[in-house]
């Protein structure tokens, strides 16, 4: 990660760049993480069918991997530099530090999801219940004593030593995804699947994903689960995050190598928790879920992923604290991202909510990956002066920030699922920004004009 | 040589990991074992690729 950031405000030298591979172990690594134990498992819950469970997530995982190849990997390649360091030149530092505010607080809400994961399991050995799906707050001091403990150890060793756990991250990824097959494999025969596989389908279909949606739970189809494949990652993709990761990359073309990370993580993994929480009556408890199908292991597995996807995550939200507190030390960042994140894993709202949550993070960030996206590809062929807060010396981009807003504002009261709100809202960030440089350009030419006449 | 012995002992932690809910699936071996057997070989891989990933950059 470390090098991940090295030039945090310069592009990327060309002996830095990375081969496939490595991208290929990045995104498998990545992706197969706490979080995977909870949302295959809310599919069960909210009674997705077999059938569009497999054709959702084939095709939202695709739609996602080409979002990787020919939105954020193009540009990244091009432009050699990170969001945070492009945004500044498109929407000025003024927004930058918006951006970047908004981002931190989301990474930690994301990281406290995950430290909420990691007290499931621990819980287990105390006899703390988890609180039950329709919790915002708290439920019991247990929790709370729990997650805040486990966070402020997690925030603790992030601070300790940061580098020595993404390496053992390293170790524990592949264990991890093995982790999600064993756990399946082991529970098929208590749900009545026959060694020799023959009545999986019917099992799966009557038993797992038999399209009864559990009390209380929304029913879920085919487009929330294909938009939901799509979106899981969408501040990363559409949202131009992972430039931070590609702009490493030999060739654009390695945004193919996201497939790793979706179709193992994104497609097996999910399906793996959805056949677990089944097994446990549709429970949503993953430290439970893993302790029944793989014992002590699956229980510590589940800890594990929670601690080593945590770690990343609160260095990222630590990394876009820093642009906004550009003299403190890394330790001083860290401790201000762990401190805000343990006390957001008190709250189960985050966890037993963790779709919308995915959601409403890609939502809000979307429109940034527009802006970008009109500036860098569409401003040119329509002949809209690039970069021009920058060439302006403009601290604030005032039509990026309108349309930010705006886009935002219209999503909100657009009536249809929440789930499906990102895409016209995307489009309408797009032609907004483009229309509002039209219009501004138009007015200047014409100011021009006058000028030279007088 | 070293690298080489430590993957080979954490591959084959891996793969026990993976042997042992194959055989409990088609039933040669009961619950438990496979519990143990899973548990074991996870501390297998963890010792071997820790030993494995933290060495090499010393080296």
């Known amino acids: 990660m470390d090098q991940l950031y090295e030039f945090d405000r310069e592009p990327v030298s060309s002996d830095k760049w990375q081969t496939g591979a490595r991208f290929a172990g990045l995104f498998a690594g990545e992706h197969v993480a706490a979080t995977e134990f909870v949302i295959g498992a809310f599919f069960v819950l909210h009674g997705v069918s077999f059938h569009d469970l497999l054709l959702g997530l084939l095709l939202g995982n695709l739609l996602a991997v080409l979002s990787w190849t020919f939105i954020c990997a193009p540009i990244a390649t091009q432009t050699r530099l990170t969001l945070y360091w492009y945004l500044r030149k498109i929407a000025g530092p003024g927004l930058n530090f918006i951006y970047s505010l908004a981002n931190a607080f989301l990474y930690c809400i994301l990281a406290g999801a995950m430290i909420a994961v990691s007290a499931t ?80 389908l ?16 929304e029913k879920f189809g085919l487009a929330h689960v294909l938009f939901f494949a799509w979106f899981c990652n969408l501040a990363m993709h559409i949202g131009l995050s992972d430039m931070a990761l590609f702009r490493y990359a030999k060739r ?5 190598y996201s497939a790793f990370g979706m179709y193992l993580g994104h497609f097996l993994a999910w399906i793996c928790s959805g056949i677990m929480v089944a097994s446990i009556g549709r429970e949503m408890h993953p430290g439970l879920m893993a302790f029944e199908a793989v014992g002590l292991a699956g229980a510590t597995g589940v800890f594990l992923a929670g601690w080593t996807t945590a770690n990343p995550t609160l260095y990222r939200a630590g990394l876009a604290l820093q642009v906004i507190t550009p003299n403190w030390p890394r330790w001083k960042v860290t401790l201000s991202a762990g401190l805000l994140t343990t006390a957001l894993s008190c709250f189960p709202v ?52 309108i349309v930010w807003i705006g886009t935002l504002v219209v999503c909100v009261f657009m009536p249809f699922h929440l789930y499906f709100r990102w895409l016209p809202g995307y489009i309408l960030a797009l032609i907004s920004y483009v229309l509002l440089h039209i219009k501004s350009d138009e007015k200047r030419s014409q100011q021009e004009y006058s000028k030279e006449i007088l | 040589m070293r690298n ?48 494995r990933i933290f060495g090499k950059r010393k080296g």
């Open chain 1, 252 to 256: 654009w073309i390695y945004g193919f």
């Open chain 1, 121 to 200: 399991a621990l819980g287990l050995a105390f006899g703390i219940a988890i609180p039950s799906l329709d919790d915002v707050f708290p439920s019991s001091l247990g929790w709370v004593c729990l997650t805040m403990a486990i966070g402020i150890i997690f925030t603790v060793l992030a601070i300790l030593g940061f580098e020595k756990l993404s390496r053992f991250a390293q170790v524990c990824s592949p264990w991890i995804f093995l982790l999600f097959i064993a756990g399946a494999l082991a529970v098929l025969p208590r749900l009545g699947v026959h060694a020799d596989f023959s009545n999986f």
């Open chain 1, 202 to 217: 019917s099992v799966a279909k009557t038993k797992i994903w038999n399209g009864v949606a559990a009390e209380g739970q």
């Open chain 1, 350 to 401: 985050i966890f037993m909510r963790l779709l919308d949550y995915v959601a409403i993070y890609g939502l809000v960030l979307m429109p940034i990956g527009a802006i970008v996206l009109a500036e860098h590809w569409i401003f040119p062929l329509l002949g809209i002066e690039q970069y021009q807060a920058q060439k302006m010396k403009r601290f604030f981009n005032l039509k990026a920030m």
């Open chain 2, 4 to 51: 080489a012995i430590l993957s080979t002992l954490a591959g084959i932690g891996l793969l026990s990991c993976i042997a042992a809910p194959i055989l409990f699936f088609m039933g040669k071996i009961g619950e438990t074992d496979y519990k143990n057997a899973f548990l074991v070989a996870s501390i297998v891989w963890f010792l071997f690729a820790t030993l």
